[in-house]
Each structure stands twice: as structure tokens, then as C-alpha cells.
């Protein structure tokens, strides 16, 4: 399988409960990243990683925790949520630089908290 | 403080005509430029970029124009189809990452 695939594509998860989205990439990139979209916002960075290491977390609440074991698997951790959380989380990935060549994104974890 | 902006939310077109959608921005570091559509229920797809060393990309019938005194940017779609009904989001480059603006949804009416 080639691109970037997310699971799950849809979560409906309580705001006590524990839970995880996972990327997967099969294209050799080296950096990987997750999003969050909201309505009527711009596309959010959350974290990045850069050949397994977190280069960026732009200030990101404890309640998600990102993991990396290698340079084709992301994480997203999701604990103790709230609706405000409700979102679109996209992972991407892309060559260490993406300069003109841009992001390789997923379709997205459609996520929303009750 | 919003570094990438587009300030049109939606656009409405006609089958044949252009489509002009527009993006300013306030960095004047950011060395590339991209316009990414996504389609309801899919993840943003990369459509076209462009070199902040250059004012004009072309790609079909996609054009991006630069305009860097103004930090302005703007996507053409000649013609339009109704299958470029979509969001359109921008984005600028700065070192690894991209910062997006908000996404102008277009229709293209038949």
C-alpha cells in the first residue's frame, strides 16, 4: 500500500476515555507530522518529527501525546479530551525538507468527543 | 497572529470561466508558496507551488501568480470544471514546515 493512511477514519470517544489514531507511510519520507483542521480555521501543526525525533510541539495541551517508533508510524494518544477537541487530525509526512514538493497528507481521523 | 490569510471563504464560478482565488501573507522569509484542494472526506492533496524567486508557475490549467511587494498570491483555474469544486487552502514555506491559511471553498456551477 502506497501514501499515507489513517486509522481510524471516524471516532466518537467520551471525555474520560483512552484512545489512539494511528499513520501509516510507505514512502520513504523521513519527517511526519499531525494537523488538526477546525471549522472555520487555518490547518493547525501540532508535532513534528523528523526521522523519529520531535523537532516541534506548537504548544500542545498533555492531553495528546504524539509517539514516533519509526520513520513510517506516528501516533496520536488522546486521553481526557473535550468537546472543544472535536476536530479533523491529519497526519502527513514529507522528504526532511518538503520545499516545493509540499506534504503527502492522510485522509484524516474525523474526531468528536461527547 | 494569522501569517498566511485567505479572505474569501467561499466563490462561486461558472462552468468555462476563471477561477481567481487569493492569498496574502505577512513573511517575507517564506521561500515556497503551495495551494493544496481537498475534497469532503479526503486528506488535502498538493495541486501546485511556486519559488518565491519566480512570480508565475504554470500547470495545465492551474496558474500561480506571486506578487512579492504586495505578499500577495493568487491560484487561476482556466477553465473551471465542475470537478474543481473543492477547498482551496495556501501555504508558505519556512524551513520544514508549512503554515496554512484558512481555505476558500470554491463551486463551479454547470
Known amino acids: 500500500e502506497t501514501g499515507v493512511t489513517q486509522t481510524p477514519r471516524h471516532l466518537v470517544m467520551g471525555m474520560t476515555n483512552k484512545k489512539s489514531l494511528k499513520c501509516e507511510q510507505h514512502l520513504g519520507h523521513n519527517a511526519m507530522y499531525w494537523y488538526k483542521q477546525s471549522a472555520k480555521k487555518p490547518l493547525e501543526l501540532m508535532f513534528v518529527?523528523?526521522?523519529?525525533?520531535?523537532?516541534e510541539n506548537n504548544s500542545v495541551p498533555s492531553r495528546f501525546s504524539p509517539e514516533c517508533p519509526n520513520s513510517s508510524h506516528l501516533f496520536l494518544h488522546l486521553h481526557t479530551l473535550q468537546p472543544e477537541d472535536s476536530a479533523l487530525y491529519l497526519c502527513?509526512?514529507?522528504?526532511?525538507?518538503?520545499?516545493?514538493?509540499?506534504?503527502?497528507f492522510g485522509s484524516g481521523t474525523r474526531l468528536t468527543v461527547v | 497572529d494569522q501569517q498566511v490569510k485567505q479572505n474569501s471563504p467561499s466563490l462561486s464560478v461558472q462552468e468555462g470561466r476563471i477561477s481567481i482565488l487569493n492569498c496574502d501573507y505577512t513573511?517575507?522569509?517564506?521561500?515556497?508558496f503551495l495551494w493544496y484542494k481537498k475534497y469532503p472526506a479526503e486528506g488535502p492533496t498538493f495541486l501546485i507551488s511556486?519559488?518565491?524567486?519566480?512570480d508565475k508557475n504554470e500547470d495545465g490549467r492551474f496558474t500561480v501568480f506571486l506578487n512579492k511587494s504586495a505578499k500577495h498570491l493568487s491560484l487561476h483555474i482556466v477553465p473551471s470544471q465542475p470537478g474543481d469544486s473543492a477547498v482551496y487552502f495556501c501555504?508558505?514555506?519556512?524551513?520544514?514546515?508549512?503554515?496554512f491559511g484558512t481555505g476558500t471553498r470554491l463551486k463551479v456551477l454547470a
Open positions: 511556486i519559488s518565491s524567486i519566480k
Open positions: 502527513a509526512s514529507s522528504q526532511d525538507y518538503p520545499g516545493a514538493r509540499g506534504y503527502t
Open positions: 518529527y523528523n526521522f523519529k525525533e520531535q523537532t
Open positions: 513573511n517575507s522569509m517564506f521561500d515556497y
Open positions: 501555504a508558505a514555506s519556512g524551513t520544514y514546515k508549512y503554515i
